[in-house]
């Protein structure tokens, strides 16, 4: 679709989608044009021409003039519908919803094969850092060994302030909210799922793997206490929440999103507040890191529209790895070293470690470290979870 | 050309060209095979095929099944006949060649227009770090502000050592000839060369500016003595190199290479030994970080790898922001703040200071502080580096 002019028709006008919008206004985008966007709630001010706006959907979908769906809601389910629904009728997509993309990759992927359309979805991991275009075009003929990072602002924002400023979870919490890093039920970012969506996309294009979201354990800091980041503080580390996708052999990963210990001498140590960081250790060119902004209006809406110039450009995603790596799978049976913190006590030590290598006191409860695996911190999620049991990765 | 076969002509088997040749051997790239290798001196023991080798560039330039030349040879000039020859052929080229491609940009591009024939340079700039593609797709539509960064491995390890060992620069420049990352002439390294020409490549895709190398201001650390780093340090700061184009106005740009202090709370801080980082300020993304390896046979190697395929998707550079910014220019006249510190003895003050803030003193001779421009700095480039005088960017 080189050169065809693209009209665009925005679900959503939100944070993401007010965003594209002041972007596309200051940019000039030659030959693109927002022709309709769809809100949900009728009567708000909004900076944009009253005629543009809808609250019907079907005068986005039924529009034949309308090449190009933007869609930035959050209901996941919703949004599937919709950018199923456009490219079954011919139009090309562009989503920032990372919720959506990861529990229907398998689907999103046949269906452009179905339709033709493109799909695109850089700003829905990380935002503002081209991690997927990287992944997507820079390294697909070349084996990568590891990503990770810290995909996930509220968290790490959260972390930060505890580490910082000595603020407890619940001050750091408020404080995010209060800015506008967290939304008033924050459970998808303080418990890992927001990471992990994040994870799952990216890791298609780096290692060449779909996997619905609940074949990945995450961990989240919901339960992290003052006495964990001290705890990590004695050994010169903070803690971050990390996504992890790894490869151990030729058609084996490890995936999960887990709170770990970084050491000073690490990348991912600096990254803070709501920055993103990403590293990406790779076959032929060492270890690689990119840090900047993994959400907001303009950062988001930046990706959004390096997106639209990707389209205009014939772009589309071809997942050269996952079409090769067919066969690749997941593996948690890897040993794992962790560290437990329960309250005052629970009997940590009835958990199926496969041994034990320390075991000492907090303010907040008693720690146990020692090694397990994926599979074992599965079965027992629910009880971890349950119980405010702090679980981080501890090799560093 | 989407999935015909790359038979690949290959120019200069040293450091990168046998990079490029053991990554295609592991990545297995489906369709791409180099046919002939051309080599300058004959008889070295070499790990490929002795069928595959000739001494006789024509016996690539006139096979007509060769549609890809790779050109990772040294000599600029030599490069520069070998490429555009190979255009005119209808032949796609992509080149590891920084000066090459900074002294010839202009010429490159209209050789591409002419002949319709792809360039594509990824490895030339900072290597395995894929900033050529994000600016040139990523950031393509984005108004960016300013890049800078650390795009020479050679003098960054060189200053690293100087400041972490309490080298002296001889002393440094010898352990980086020792351990390959000098050359025996480091002129190119070591005066800033090397970094303007990676400054020129990336600011024609960051900034839409083509320039030719002279138009540019390049110091390096040739002189730097371990009292400048002293300095530095009294500051909290360490000396990098830093290449900068920054945006001053709509159509105007200030562009020079230029030892800088940089404080501790600066990313490219903490990059040291022979890495490379980039710092990107974007119009609507915030502060963008890279770092990676920006030399070294596999790692530039990977970035041909990721230029093969992305000739095999039919991907060529559009040149967007020259195309629509073909008015800018370079502001020579801003302000600027500058260290100078000359051996003793050498009358600093009769230098062109628009303003004079400080005076001193160190063991290795005199030192001023003030505020001068690049137009000043240019006129007196000859009689600071024939005298010894290091100079450097004085704002942190």
């Known amino acids: 679709m080189n050169k065809t002019p693209l009209n665009i028709g925005l679900f959503g006008l939100g944070v993401v989608g007010s965003g594209l919008v002041q972007v596309l206004e200051t940019a000039g985008l030659p030959n693109t044009n927002i022709k309709k966007i769809c809100v949900r709630t009728p009567g708000k001010p909004r900076p944009v021409a009253p005629e543009k706006l809808t609250l019907n959907p079907m005068e986005i979908l039924d529009d034949p003039n309308i090449n190009v769906v933007v869609e930035t809601i959050s ?8 950018v199923s629904e456009a490219m079954r009728r011919g139009k090309h997509v562009i989503t920032a919803n990372k919720k959506m993309v990861a529990d229907n ?3 999103l992927i046949e269906l452009q094969q179905l339709t033709g359309s493109t799909l695109l979805y850089e700003s829905a991991a990380c935002a503002a850092i081209p991690i997927v275009r990287t992944l997507e075009s820079h390294f697909a003929a070349e084996p990568l060994k590891r990503i990770s990072g810290i995909f996930n602002g509220t968290s790490n ?5 505890m580490n910082g400023q000595k603020l407890d979870f619940q001050e750091a919490l408020s404080q995010a909210q209060a800015l506008g890093f967290a939304e008033q039920d924050p459970s998808s970012d303080i418990d890992g799922d927001d990471a992990k969506y994040k994870l799952i996309l990216l890791a298609a294009h780096s290692h060449g793997i779909i996997v619905r979201p609940e074949a990945v354990l ?4 919901r339960h992290i206490r003052r006495s964990d980041i001290e705890f990590a503080g004695k050994h010169n580390c903070r803690i971050k929440l990390l996504p992890v996708c790894k490869r151990i052999e030729r058609n084996k990963l490890m995936m999960f999103v887990m709170p770990a210990m970084v050491s000073e001498s690490h990348a991912l140590f600096d990254v803070e507040e709501e920055f993103n960081g990403i590293e990406l250790e790779t076959g032929y060119s060492g270890t690689q890191f990119y840090r900047g902004r993994g959400a907001g209006s303009q950062p988001t809406g930046s990706a959004i529209l390096s997106d639209l110039l990707a389209l205009q450009n014939g772009y589309r995603y071809r997942y050269l790895k996952h079409n090769q790596n067919g066969s690749t799978v997941l593996d948690a049976e890897q040993p794992l070293r962790v560290y437990l913190r329960a309250p005052h006590g629970f009997p940590l030590k009835q958990l199926a470690f496969v041994h034990i290598e320390q075991k000492g006191e907090t303010p907040d409860g008693s720690y146990v470290i020692g090694v397990t695996n994926l599979n074992t911190l599965r079965l027992n999620a629910g009880l971890l979870t349950g119980n405010g049991i702090f679980a981080m990765r501890y090799d560093f």
């Open 157 to 161: 924002y959260i972390l930060s302030r």
């Open 105 to 107: 990759l398998h689907e």
């Open 218 to 221: 995450n961990f989240g800091i």
């Open 75 to 82: 209901h996941a389910e919703n949004a599937f519908q919709l």
